[in-house]
Protein backbone atom coordinates (compact mmCIF):
# COMPACT_ATOMS: atom_id res chain seq x y z
CA UNK A 1 0.00 0.00 0.00
CA UNK A 2 2.77 2.33 0.51
CA UNK A 3 4.22 2.27 -2.71
CA UNK A 4 0.96 2.90 -3.95
CA UNK A 5 0.74 6.43 -2.25
CA UNK A 6 4.15 7.50 -3.34
CA UNK A 7 4.51 6.89 -6.77
CA UNK A 8 2.03 9.24 -7.87
CA UNK A 9 3.13 11.91 -5.88
CA UNK A 10 6.93 11.20 -7.60
CA UNK A 11 5.12 11.16 -10.89
CA UNK A 12 3.27 14.72 -10.32
CA UNK A 13 6.88 15.94 -9.17
CA UNK A 14 8.19 14.67 -12.28
CA UNK A 15 5.96 15.40 -14.84
CA UNK A 16 5.10 18.86 -13.29
CA UNK A 17 8.83 19.39 -13.24
CA UNK A 18 9.16 18.59 -17.34
CA UNK A 19 6.39 20.99 -17.97
CA UNK A 20 7.42 23.84 -15.75
CA UNK A 21 10.54 23.82 -16.94
CA UNK A 22 9.99 25.07 -20.59
CA UNK A 23 8.31 27.88 -19.01
CA UNK A 24 11.09 29.04 -16.80
CA UNK A 25 14.08 28.34 -18.96
CA UNK A 26 15.10 30.64 -22.06
CA UNK A 27 16.70 30.04 -25.00
CA UNK A 28 16.73 26.34 -26.65
CA UNK A 29 19.61 24.95 -24.89
CA UNK A 30 18.42 23.27 -22.12
CA UNK A 31 15.13 21.96 -23.64
CA UNK A 32 17.81 20.92 -26.38
CA UNK A 33 19.72 18.93 -24.20
CA UNK A 34 16.41 17.42 -22.17
CA UNK A 35 15.62 16.03 -25.61
CA UNK A 36 18.70 14.18 -25.59
CA UNK A 37 18.15 12.70 -21.63
CA UNK A 38 14.66 11.72 -22.95
CA UNK A 39 16.02 9.47 -25.96
CA UNK A 40 18.40 8.13 -23.94
CA UNK A 41 16.52 7.50 -20.72
CA UNK A 42 14.15 5.56 -22.57
CA UNK A 43 17.33 3.52 -24.07
CA UNK A 44 18.83 2.94 -20.70
CA UNK A 45 15.59 2.44 -19.45
CA UNK A 46 15.36 -0.60 -21.43
CA UNK A 47 18.72 -1.41 -21.19
CA UNK A 48 18.30 -1.51 -17.07
CA UNK A 49 15.20 -3.37 -17.40
CA UNK A 50 16.87 -6.88 -18.98
CA UNK A 51 20.35 -6.24 -17.44
CA UNK A 52 18.82 -5.32 -13.65
CA UNK A 53 15.81 -7.08 -13.67
CA UNK A 54 15.25 -9.92 -16.18
CA UNK A 55 19.53 -10.60 -15.74
CA UNK A 56 19.45 -11.06 -19.64
CA UNK A 57 23.10 -9.54 -20.56
CA UNK A 58 22.34 -8.40 -23.94
CA UNK A 59 24.14 -5.53 -25.45
CA UNK A 60 21.76 -4.93 -28.44
CA UNK A 61 20.55 -1.97 -27.48
CA UNK A 62 22.02 0.13 -30.27
CA UNK A 63 21.91 -1.51 -32.85
CA UNK A 64 17.88 -1.85 -32.41
CA UNK A 65 17.96 2.16 -32.20
CA UNK A 66 20.24 2.44 -34.84
CA UNK A 67 17.95 0.09 -36.69
CA UNK A 68 14.94 1.98 -36.03
CA UNK A 69 16.14 5.42 -36.62
CA UNK A 70 17.81 3.60 -40.14
CA UNK A 71 14.47 2.04 -41.24
CA UNK A 72 12.37 5.37 -40.60
CA UNK A 73 14.92 7.68 -41.93
CA UNK A 74 15.15 6.18 -45.16
CA UNK A 75 11.27 5.29 -45.41
CA UNK A 76 10.87 9.09 -45.20
CA UNK A 77 13.38 10.03 -46.86
CA UNK A 78 12.49 8.41 -50.22
CA UNK A 79 9.13 9.46 -49.37
CA UNK A 80 7.95 5.93 -49.37
CA UNK A 81 5.98 6.69 -46.50
CA UNK A 82 5.19 9.91 -44.49
CA UNK A 83 6.88 10.36 -41.12
CA UNK A 84 4.31 8.82 -39.10
CA UNK A 85 3.80 5.48 -40.88
CA UNK A 86 7.37 5.44 -41.46
CA UNK A 87 7.77 4.97 -37.13
CA UNK A 88 5.06 2.58 -37.05
CA UNK A 89 6.88 0.51 -39.98
CA UNK A 90 10.13 1.09 -37.89
CA UNK A 91 9.12 -0.35 -34.73
CA UNK A 92 7.91 -3.31 -36.47
CA UNK A 93 10.77 -3.95 -38.73
CA UNK A 94 12.72 -3.81 -35.01
CA UNK A 95 10.25 -5.86 -33.39
CA UNK A 96 10.78 -8.89 -36.01
CA UNK A 97 14.17 -8.38 -36.14
CA UNK A 98 14.44 -8.46 -32.31
CA UNK A 99 12.10 -11.77 -32.62
CA UNK A 100 14.45 -13.45 -35.27
CA UNK A 101 17.92 -12.91 -33.16
CA UNK A 102 16.79 -13.35 -30.31
CA UNK A 103 14.79 -16.47 -30.66
CA UNK A 104 18.50 -18.50 -31.23
CA UNK A 105 20.37 -15.96 -29.15
CA UNK A 106 18.47 -15.99 -25.98
CA UNK A 107 19.08 -19.72 -25.52
CA UNK A 108 22.63 -18.39 -24.33
CA UNK A 109 23.80 -17.03 -20.67
CA UNK A 110 25.46 -14.47 -19.58
CA UNK A 111 28.68 -13.38 -21.27
CA UNK A 112 28.19 -15.47 -24.68
CA UNK A 113 24.93 -13.61 -25.18
CA UNK A 114 26.80 -10.60 -24.10
CA UNK A 115 29.61 -11.54 -26.58
CA UNK A 116 26.69 -12.79 -29.37
CA UNK A 117 24.74 -9.57 -28.90
CA UNK A 118 28.10 -7.53 -29.01
CA UNK A 119 28.65 -9.35 -32.11
CA UNK A 120 25.11 -8.19 -33.35
CA UNK A 121 26.05 -4.47 -32.86
CA UNK A 122 29.74 -4.53 -34.72
CA UNK A 123 27.74 -6.01 -37.89
CA UNK A 124 24.62 -3.62 -37.68
CA UNK A 125 27.14 -0.15 -37.36
CA UNK A 126 29.76 -1.70 -40.51
CA UNK A 127 26.10 -2.72 -42.05
CA UNK A 128 24.93 1.21 -41.79
CA UNK A 129 28.27 2.43 -43.18
CA UNK A 130 28.96 -0.49 -45.84
CA UNK A 131 25.49 -0.28 -47.65
CA UNK A 132 25.90 3.18 -48.45
CA UNK A 133 23.58 2.88 -51.53
CA UNK A 134 20.84 2.57 -48.86
CA UNK A 135 21.92 4.50 -45.84
CA UNK A 136 23.87 7.12 -47.15
CA UNK A 137 27.28 5.30 -45.78
CA UNK A 138 29.47 7.22 -43.22
CA UNK A 139 28.46 10.25 -45.44
CA UNK A 140 25.21 9.91 -43.37
CA UNK A 141 21.34 9.47 -44.23
CA UNK A 142 20.16 13.47 -45.70
CA UNK A 143 17.20 14.72 -46.61
CA UNK A 144 14.84 13.46 -43.24
CA UNK A 145 11.58 15.38 -43.99
CA UNK A 146 10.33 16.94 -40.61
CA UNK A 147 7.66 15.15 -39.03
CA UNK A 148 4.22 15.91 -39.12
CA UNK A 149 1.24 15.14 -36.98
CA UNK A 150 -2.26 15.58 -38.34
CA UNK A 151 -1.10 18.48 -40.62
CA UNK A 152 1.05 20.42 -37.75
CA UNK A 153 4.68 20.32 -38.73
CA UNK A 154 6.61 19.56 -35.58
CA UNK A 155 9.99 21.55 -35.78
CA UNK A 156 12.23 23.25 -33.13
CA UNK A 157 13.36 21.71 -30.05
CA UNK A 158 10.15 22.11 -27.81
CA UNK A 159 8.17 20.01 -30.19
CA UNK A 160 10.72 17.03 -29.71
CA UNK A 161 11.07 18.00 -26.11
CA UNK A 162 7.34 17.15 -25.39
CA UNK A 163 7.36 14.21 -28.16
CA UNK A 164 10.73 12.36 -26.70
CA UNK A 165 9.60 13.04 -23.00
CA UNK A 166 6.33 11.85 -23.71
CA UNK A 167 7.81 8.48 -25.41
CA UNK A 168 10.67 8.17 -22.48
CA UNK A 169 7.22 8.39 -19.73
CA UNK A 170 5.12 6.62 -21.55
CA UNK A 171 7.25 3.48 -21.51
CA UNK A 172 8.09 4.64 -17.88
CA UNK A 173 4.72 4.20 -17.27
CA UNK A 174 4.05 0.81 -19.50
CA UNK A 175 7.26 -0.89 -17.39
CA UNK A 176 6.06 0.15 -14.07
CA UNK A 177 2.68 -1.77 -14.96
CA UNK A 178 4.36 -4.29 -16.30
CA UNK A 179 6.69 -5.17 -13.29
CA UNK A 180 3.97 -5.28 -11.19
CA UNK A 181 2.06 -7.55 -12.82
CA UNK A 182 2.03 -11.29 -13.12
CA UNK A 183 4.53 -10.66 -16.10
CA UNK A 184 6.79 -8.15 -14.36
CA UNK A 185 6.99 -11.07 -11.35
CA UNK A 186 7.92 -13.36 -14.32
CA UNK A 187 10.74 -11.19 -15.43
CA UNK A 188 12.39 -10.90 -12.05
CA UNK A 189 11.79 -14.44 -11.87
CA UNK A 190 13.95 -15.44 -14.57
CA UNK A 191 16.91 -13.58 -12.77
CA UNK A 192 16.57 -15.12 -9.66
CA UNK A 193 16.12 -18.53 -10.27
CA UNK A 194 15.12 -19.67 -14.01
CA UNK A 195 13.93 -23.17 -12.37
CA UNK A 196 11.90 -22.24 -9.79
CA UNK A 197 10.79 -19.95 -12.13
CA UNK A 198 10.21 -22.95 -14.71
CA UNK A 199 8.14 -25.01 -11.81
CA UNK A 200 6.08 -22.49 -11.53
CA UNK A 201 4.50 -22.49 -15.07
CA UNK A 202 6.96 -19.82 -16.55
CA UNK A 203 8.21 -20.72 -20.15
CA UNK A 204 11.58 -19.29 -19.52
CA UNK A 205 12.86 -19.19 -23.48
CA UNK A 206 9.22 -17.28 -24.01
CA UNK A 207 9.31 -14.95 -21.19
CA UNK A 208 12.67 -13.74 -21.96
CA UNK A 209 11.98 -13.02 -25.97
CA UNK A 210 8.93 -11.19 -24.75
CA UNK A 211 11.15 -8.86 -22.79
CA UNK A 212 13.59 -8.84 -24.77
CA UNK A 213 11.35 -7.78 -27.88
CA UNK A 214 9.32 -5.53 -25.81
CA UNK A 215 12.34 -3.33 -24.86
CA UNK A 216 13.92 -3.19 -28.50
CA UNK A 217 10.76 -1.77 -30.01
CA UNK A 218 10.67 0.86 -27.67
CA UNK A 219 14.75 1.28 -28.54
CA UNK A 220 13.15 1.62 -32.36
CA UNK A 221 10.91 4.16 -31.69
CA UNK A 222 13.52 6.36 -29.61
CA UNK A 223 15.67 5.88 -32.69
CA UNK A 224 13.13 7.46 -35.06
CA UNK A 225 11.91 10.01 -33.15
CA UNK A 226 15.96 10.74 -32.65
CA UNK A 227 16.65 10.44 -36.36
CA UNK A 228 13.91 12.88 -36.81
CA UNK A 229 14.86 15.55 -34.57
CA UNK A 230 18.39 15.60 -36.22
CA UNK A 231 17.14 15.26 -39.98
CA UNK A 232 20.42 13.53 -40.29
CA UNK A 233 22.20 10.47 -38.84
CA UNK A 234 24.94 8.60 -39.55
CA UNK A 235 26.27 5.08 -38.36
CA UNK A 236 28.56 6.20 -35.93
CA UNK A 237 25.68 7.09 -33.65
CA UNK A 238 24.75 3.44 -32.74
CA UNK A 239 27.92 2.15 -32.17
CA UNK A 240 30.58 1.31 -29.39
CA UNK A 241 30.85 4.54 -28.27
CA UNK A 242 26.92 4.64 -27.13
CA UNK A 243 26.54 1.23 -25.64
CA UNK A 244 29.84 2.69 -23.65
CA UNK A 245 27.27 5.76 -22.79
CA UNK A 246 24.00 2.95 -22.71
CA UNK A 247 26.40 1.86 -19.60
CA UNK A 248 27.83 4.22 -17.86
CA UNK A 249 23.69 5.83 -17.34
CA UNK A 250 22.62 2.46 -16.21
CA UNK A 251 25.54 2.09 -13.73
CA UNK A 252 25.31 5.87 -12.19
CA UNK A 253 21.64 5.36 -12.22
CA UNK A 254 21.28 1.77 -10.62
CA UNK A 255 19.65 -0.88 -12.93
CA UNK A 256 18.11 -2.00 -10.24
CA UNK A 257 14.64 0.40 -10.17
CA UNK A 258 13.08 1.26 -13.15
CA UNK A 259 13.98 5.13 -12.42
CA UNK A 260 17.25 4.67 -11.86
CA UNK A 261 18.67 4.78 -15.73
CA UNK A 262 17.06 7.64 -16.21
CA UNK A 263 18.24 9.28 -13.77
CA UNK A 264 21.68 8.04 -14.66
CA UNK A 265 20.85 9.22 -18.28
CA UNK A 266 20.03 13.16 -16.57
CA UNK A 267 23.17 13.28 -14.80
CA UNK A 268 25.44 11.89 -17.07
CA UNK A 269 24.01 13.94 -19.85
CA UNK A 270 24.01 17.13 -17.97
CA UNK A 271 27.46 15.86 -16.21
CA UNK A 272 29.07 15.98 -19.42
CA UNK A 273 27.26 19.44 -20.53
CA UNK A 274 28.95 21.02 -17.66
CA UNK A 275 32.36 19.58 -18.37
CA UNK A 276 32.51 20.79 -21.55
CA UNK A 277 31.34 24.31 -20.24
CA UNK A 278 33.49 24.63 -17.56
CA UNK A 279 36.99 22.59 -19.10
CA UNK A 280 37.00 23.74 -22.38
CA UNK A 281 38.46 27.18 -20.79
CA UNK A 282 40.99 25.18 -19.08
CA UNK A 283 42.11 22.07 -21.47
CA UNK A 284 41.18 23.73 -24.80
CA UNK A 285 42.38 20.32 -26.63
CA UNK A 286 40.79 17.40 -24.43
CA UNK A 287 37.22 17.52 -23.69
CA UNK A 288 36.90 13.65 -25.35
CA UNK A 289 39.59 12.05 -22.83
CA UNK A 290 38.44 14.57 -20.33
CA UNK A 291 35.30 13.00 -20.49
CA UNK A 292 36.42 9.42 -20.78
CA UNK A 293 38.54 9.81 -17.71
CA UNK A 294 36.07 11.72 -15.62
CA UNK A 295 33.47 9.04 -16.36
CA UNK A 296 35.54 6.09 -15.73
CA UNK A 297 36.35 6.95 -11.94
CA UNK A 298 33.00 8.08 -11.35
CA UNK A 299 31.88 4.91 -12.66
CA UNK A 300 34.40 3.48 -10.34
CA UNK A 301 33.48 5.46 -7.32
CA UNK A 302 30.07 4.85 -7.86
CA UNK A 303 30.74 0.76 -7.66
CA UNK A 304 32.41 1.18 -4.85
CA UNK A 305 30.83 3.67 -2.53
CA UNK A 306 26.34 3.23 -3.77
CA UNK A 307 27.18 -0.23 -6.15
CA UNK A 308 22.82 0.28 -6.20
CA UNK A 309 23.94 3.60 -8.50
CA UNK A 310 21.63 6.72 -7.32
CA UNK A 311 18.70 5.21 -7.19
CA UNK A 312 19.71 3.06 -4.88
CA UNK A 313 21.63 5.71 -2.75
CA UNK A 314 18.51 7.50 -2.82
CA UNK A 315 16.44 4.20 -1.75
CA UNK A 316 18.43 3.89 1.23
CA UNK A 317 17.85 7.31 1.96
CA UNK A 318 14.20 7.55 1.72
CA UNK A 319 14.10 4.44 4.04
CA UNK A 320 16.55 5.96 6.49
CA UNK A 321 14.19 9.00 6.47
CA UNK A 322 10.99 6.60 6.73
CA UNK A 323 12.57 5.37 9.82
CA UNK A 324 13.37 8.39 11.35
CA UNK A 325 9.93 9.10 10.65
CA UNK A 326 8.34 6.60 12.00
CA UNK A 327 10.53 6.19 15.08
CA UNK A 328 9.39 10.30 15.87
CA UNK A 329 5.57 8.66 15.52
CA UNK B 1 -5.05 -50.65 -18.56
CA UNK B 2 -7.12 -47.36 -18.52
CA UNK B 3 -8.65 -48.53 -15.07
CA UNK B 4 -5.33 -48.60 -13.39
CA UNK B 5 -4.17 -45.52 -14.69
CA UNK B 6 -7.28 -43.97 -13.60
CA UNK B 7 -7.11 -45.63 -9.69
CA UNK B 8 -3.79 -43.70 -9.09
CA UNK B 9 -2.89 -40.04 -10.15
CA UNK B 10 0.91 -40.66 -10.76
CA UNK B 11 2.64 -44.35 -12.55
CA UNK B 12 5.92 -43.88 -13.27
CA UNK B 13 7.70 -47.20 -15.16
CA UNK B 14 10.92 -48.25 -15.38
CA UNK B 15 12.42 -44.48 -14.70
CA UNK B 16 15.76 -44.37 -15.30
CA UNK B 17 18.22 -41.39 -15.17
CA UNK B 18 21.77 -41.30 -15.61
CA UNK B 19 24.72 -38.51 -15.26
CA UNK B 20 27.81 -39.43 -17.32
CA UNK B 21 28.54 -42.88 -15.64
CA UNK B 22 26.44 -42.52 -12.57
CA UNK B 23 23.32 -44.28 -11.85
CA UNK B 24 20.89 -41.52 -10.29
CA UNK B 25 17.81 -43.48 -11.44
CA UNK B 26 17.82 -47.09 -12.10
CA UNK B 27 14.38 -49.00 -12.90
CA UNK B 28 12.64 -47.08 -10.46
CA UNK B 29 8.30 -47.80 -10.79
CA UNK B 30 5.72 -46.88 -8.41
CA UNK B 31 2.36 -46.17 -8.56
CA UNK B 32 1.17 -42.78 -6.04
CA UNK B 33 -2.98 -43.68 -5.51
CA UNK B 34 -5.29 -39.85 -5.85
CA UNK B 35 -5.17 -38.35 -2.45
CA UNK B 36 -2.42 -40.25 -0.93
CA UNK B 37 0.27 -39.68 1.03
CA UNK B 38 3.73 -40.98 -0.38
CA UNK B 39 7.09 -40.78 1.12
CA UNK B 40 10.38 -41.38 -0.56
CA UNK B 41 13.29 -42.05 1.54
CA UNK B 42 16.43 -43.51 1.48
CA UNK B 43 20.17 -42.61 2.27
CA UNK B 44 22.16 -39.54 1.20
CA UNK B 45 22.30 -39.76 -2.94
CA UNK B 46 20.00 -42.34 -3.17
CA UNK B 47 18.70 -40.20 -6.00
CA UNK B 48 15.42 -38.55 -3.98
CA UNK B 49 16.01 -35.51 -5.06
CA UNK B 50 16.71 -36.39 -8.71
CA UNK B 51 13.48 -38.15 -8.67
CA UNK B 52 11.56 -35.14 -7.68
CA UNK B 53 13.28 -33.50 -10.79
CA UNK B 54 12.64 -35.62 -13.48
CA UNK B 55 8.98 -35.79 -12.04
CA UNK B 56 8.86 -32.05 -12.33
CA UNK B 57 10.44 -31.57 -15.79
CA UNK B 58 13.80 -30.32 -14.97
CA UNK B 59 15.86 -33.14 -15.77
CA UNK B 60 14.41 -35.28 -18.72
CA UNK B 61 14.62 -39.08 -18.67
CA UNK B 62 16.87 -41.37 -20.10
CA UNK B 63 14.68 -44.30 -19.69
CA UNK B 64 10.74 -44.93 -18.99
CA UNK B 65 7.18 -43.15 -18.43
CA UNK B 66 5.65 -40.97 -15.99
CA UNK B 67 2.21 -41.10 -16.40
CA UNK B 68 0.03 -38.73 -14.45
CA UNK B 69 -3.31 -38.67 -14.82
CA UNK B 70 -3.09 -40.99 -17.78
CA UNK B 71 -1.11 -38.68 -19.60
CA UNK B 72 2.42 -39.60 -20.67
CA UNK B 73 4.62 -36.25 -19.31
CA UNK B 74 8.37 -38.01 -19.33
CA UNK B 75 10.72 -35.04 -20.62
CA UNK B 76 7.80 -32.66 -20.91
CA UNK B 77 9.63 -29.06 -20.40
CA UNK B 78 8.90 -27.87 -16.13
CA UNK B 79 6.53 -25.26 -16.94
CA UNK B 80 4.22 -27.64 -19.26
CA UNK B 81 4.16 -29.84 -16.12
CA UNK B 82 3.74 -26.93 -13.78
CA UNK B 83 0.56 -26.61 -16.22
CA UNK B 84 -0.49 -29.78 -15.52
CA UNK B 85 -1.37 -29.46 -11.93
CA UNK B 86 1.97 -30.64 -10.28
CA UNK B 87 3.79 -28.40 -7.81
CA UNK B 88 6.77 -28.68 -5.95
CA UNK B 89 8.95 -26.87 -3.22
CA UNK B 90 12.96 -27.56 -3.03
CA UNK B 91 15.08 -28.30 -0.69
CA UNK B 92 17.02 -25.84 -0.23
CA UNK B 93 13.89 -23.15 -1.51
CA UNK B 94 14.97 -21.67 -4.59
CA UNK B 95 12.78 -18.68 -3.50
CA UNK B 96 13.21 -15.64 -5.50
CA UNK B 97 15.35 -13.55 -3.68
CA UNK B 98 15.29 -9.89 -4.90
CA UNK B 99 10.98 -10.27 -4.09
CA UNK B 100 9.23 -10.04 -1.28
CA UNK B 101 7.39 -12.98 0.78
CA UNK B 102 4.00 -12.16 -0.95
CA UNK B 103 5.29 -11.48 -4.36
CA UNK B 104 6.84 -15.02 -4.11
CA UNK B 105 3.20 -16.31 -2.94
CA UNK B 106 2.04 -14.02 -6.18
CA UNK B 107 4.01 -15.85 -8.66
CA UNK B 108 2.76 -19.26 -7.70
CA UNK B 109 -0.19 -18.19 -9.75
CA UNK B 110 1.31 -17.24 -12.56
CA UNK B 111 -0.04 -20.75 -14.70
CA UNK B 112 -3.16 -20.09 -13.64
CA UNK B 113 -3.87 -16.77 -14.65
CA UNK B 114 -4.01 -15.46 -18.46
CA UNK B 115 -2.98 -11.40 -18.56
CA UNK B 116 -0.68 -10.52 -21.48
CA UNK B 117 2.16 -8.60 -21.80
CA UNK B 118 -0.14 -5.46 -23.21
CA UNK B 119 -2.79 -5.84 -20.67
CA UNK B 120 -0.25 -6.18 -18.06
CA UNK B 121 1.79 -2.72 -19.30
CA UNK B 122 -1.02 -0.59 -19.79
CA UNK B 123 -3.10 -1.97 -16.54
CA UNK B 124 -5.67 -3.01 -18.59
CA UNK B 125 -8.92 -3.43 -16.27
CA UNK B 126 -8.70 -7.20 -16.81
CA UNK B 127 -5.33 -7.28 -15.77
CA UNK B 128 -6.12 -5.09 -12.39
CA UNK B 129 -9.09 -7.27 -11.65
CA UNK B 130 -7.18 -10.40 -11.92
CA UNK B 131 -4.16 -9.22 -10.15
CA UNK B 132 -6.52 -8.26 -7.25
CA UNK B 133 -7.35 -11.94 -6.81
CA UNK B 134 -3.62 -12.99 -7.37
CA UNK B 135 -3.13 -10.92 -3.97
CA UNK B 136 -5.79 -12.43 -2.68
CA UNK B 137 -4.94 -15.82 -3.11
CA UNK B 138 -1.67 -15.17 -2.46
CA UNK B 139 -2.45 -14.27 0.86
CA UNK B 140 -4.89 -16.82 1.29
CA UNK B 141 -1.89 -19.36 1.19
CA UNK B 142 0.27 -17.38 3.19
CA UNK B 143 -2.28 -17.36 6.30
CA UNK B 144 -2.33 -21.34 5.68
CA UNK B 145 1.33 -21.42 6.57
CA UNK B 146 1.14 -18.76 8.59
CA UNK B 147 3.14 -16.07 7.16
CA UNK B 148 0.44 -13.53 6.21
CA UNK B 149 2.46 -11.03 8.70
CA UNK B 150 5.27 -11.39 7.29
CA UNK B 151 3.96 -10.62 3.75
CA UNK B 152 5.30 -7.60 2.93
CA UNK B 153 8.97 -7.91 3.93
CA UNK B 154 11.58 -8.84 1.51
CA UNK B 155 12.33 -12.91 1.46
CA UNK B 156 15.93 -12.62 1.69
CA UNK B 157 15.23 -10.98 5.69
CA UNK B 158 13.39 -14.40 6.57
CA UNK B 159 15.06 -17.16 8.84
CA UNK B 160 15.53 -20.40 6.85
CA UNK B 161 12.65 -22.15 8.30
CA UNK B 162 10.21 -19.23 7.17
CA UNK B 163 11.40 -19.58 3.74
CA UNK B 164 10.73 -23.08 3.48
CA UNK B 165 7.11 -22.19 4.44
CA UNK B 166 7.38 -19.32 1.44
CA UNK B 167 8.08 -22.38 -0.88
CA UNK B 168 5.19 -24.16 0.53
CA UNK B 169 3.11 -21.57 0.05
CA UNK B 170 4.18 -20.58 -3.32
CA UNK B 171 3.45 -23.92 -4.21
CA UNK B 172 -0.40 -24.09 -2.85
CA UNK B 173 -0.65 -20.97 -5.19
CA UNK B 174 -0.80 -23.38 -7.65
CA UNK B 175 -3.29 -24.86 -6.97
CA UNK B 176 -1.85 -28.45 -7.53
CA UNK B 177 -3.32 -31.56 -7.72
CA UNK B 178 -0.06 -33.12 -7.15
CA UNK B 179 2.57 -31.91 -4.54
CA UNK B 180 5.99 -32.67 -4.31
CA UNK B 181 7.87 -31.54 -1.28
CA UNK B 182 12.04 -31.93 -1.07
CA UNK B 183 12.51 -32.41 2.46
CA UNK B 184 9.95 -30.08 4.00
CA UNK B 185 10.89 -30.55 7.43
CA UNK B 186 14.67 -30.01 7.14
CA UNK B 187 15.63 -26.56 8.78
CA UNK B 188 12.34 -26.09 10.77
CA UNK B 189 11.91 -25.74 13.89
CA UNK B 190 9.53 -27.93 16.56
CA UNK B 191 6.11 -26.14 15.94
CA UNK B 192 6.94 -25.70 12.49
CA UNK B 193 7.26 -29.16 11.62
CA UNK B 194 4.06 -29.75 13.49
CA UNK B 195 2.31 -26.68 11.73
CA UNK B 196 3.52 -28.34 8.27
CA UNK B 197 2.35 -31.66 9.28
CA UNK B 198 -1.36 -30.48 10.20
CA UNK B 199 -1.14 -28.83 6.86
CA UNK B 200 -0.13 -31.31 4.85
CA UNK B 201 -3.11 -33.24 6.76
CA UNK B 202 -5.44 -30.75 5.45
CA UNK B 203 -4.36 -30.39 2.28
CA UNK B 204 -4.96 -34.62 1.71
CA UNK B 205 -8.85 -34.16 2.95
CA UNK B 206 -9.13 -31.74 0.60
CA UNK B 207 -7.87 -34.25 -2.22
CA UNK B 208 -5.05 -33.23 -2.80
CA UNK B 209 -1.94 -35.83 -3.42
CA UNK B 210 1.27 -34.89 -1.60
CA UNK B 211 5.14 -37.20 -2.25
CA UNK B 212 7.25 -35.96 0.50
CA UNK B 213 11.43 -37.03 0.17
CA UNK B 214 12.44 -36.62 3.76
CA UNK B 215 15.18 -37.54 6.01
CA UNK B 216 13.43 -37.03 9.56
CA UNK B 217 12.05 -40.36 9.68
CA UNK B 218 9.61 -39.54 13.27
CA UNK B 219 8.05 -36.78 10.13
CA UNK B 220 7.71 -39.66 7.70
CA UNK B 221 6.60 -42.10 9.72
CA UNK B 222 3.73 -40.07 11.59
CA UNK B 223 2.15 -38.64 8.23
CA UNK B 224 2.51 -41.20 5.04
CA UNK B 225 0.40 -43.79 4.54
CA UNK B 226 3.02 -45.15 2.45
CA UNK B 227 6.52 -45.20 1.69
CA UNK B 228 8.71 -45.87 -1.16
CA UNK B 229 12.57 -46.54 0.12
CA UNK B 230 15.54 -46.17 -2.76
CA UNK B 231 19.09 -46.96 -2.10
CA UNK B 232 21.59 -46.07 -4.99
CA UNK B 233 19.03 -45.25 -7.26
CA UNK B 234 17.27 -48.20 -7.21
CA UNK B 235 13.98 -49.22 -5.28
CA UNK B 236 14.55 -51.67 -2.52
CA UNK B 237 11.50 -51.37 -0.45
CA UNK B 238 8.10 -50.25 -0.83
CA UNK B 239 4.92 -50.63 1.70
CA UNK B 240 3.42 -49.41 4.63
CA UNK B 241 5.74 -47.53 7.88
CA UNK B 242 6.19 -51.06 9.80
CA UNK B 243 6.58 -53.21 6.71
CA UNK B 244 9.05 -50.80 5.55
CA UNK B 245 10.67 -50.43 9.04
CA UNK B 246 11.35 -54.49 9.36
CA UNK B 247 12.28 -54.64 5.65
CA UNK B 248 16.01 -56.74 5.98
CA UNK B 249 17.18 -54.77 2.66
CA UNK B 250 16.08 -51.20 4.42
CA UNK B 251 17.73 -52.00 7.95
CA UNK B 252 20.51 -52.61 5.78
CA UNK B 253 20.78 -49.76 3.49
CA UNK B 254 19.55 -47.31 5.67
CA UNK B 255 18.45 -47.69 9.32
CA UNK B 256 21.55 -50.04 9.59
CA UNK B 257 24.29 -47.98 9.51
CA UNK B 258 22.82 -46.86 13.34
CA UNK B 259 22.55 -49.86 14.73
Known sequence: MREKRRLPLSWILIVGGLTLLPLVTSGTYVIGVMCFVAIYATLACGMGLLLGQAGVFSLAHPPFFGLGAYVAGILAARGILTPWAAIIVAALVVAVVAYLIGAPLLRLRGYYLACATFGLLLIVEIALGQLSSITGGHDGLVGIPPLVVFGYTLEGDLHYYLLSWGLCLGCLWFFYNLMNSRVGRAIKALHDSEIAASTVGINVARCKLQVFVLTAIMAGLAGSIYCFYLQFTTPTLYGFSLLVELFTMVVIGGATTLYGPVLGSFVTIWLREAIHMYLKNILPVMTAEVDAVFFGVLIVAILIFTPGGLAGWLGGLAHFGRTLLGKRV | ?259
Open chain 2, 1 to 259: MAKESNSSLLDVKGLSKFFGGIRALSHVSFSVERGAIMALIGPNGAGKSTFINVISGIYSPDLGEVHFKGEDIAGCPAHVVASKGIARTFQLEELFSSMTVLENAMSGCYSGTRSGMVACGTSFPSARLEEKRIREEAMESLAMVGLEERAFEPVSKLPLGERKLVGFARALCMKPTFLMLDEPAGGLAAHEVERVVKLINVLVEHGLTVLIVEHNMPFVMSLSARIVVLDAGIKIAEGTPEEVRNDEQVIRAYLGQEL
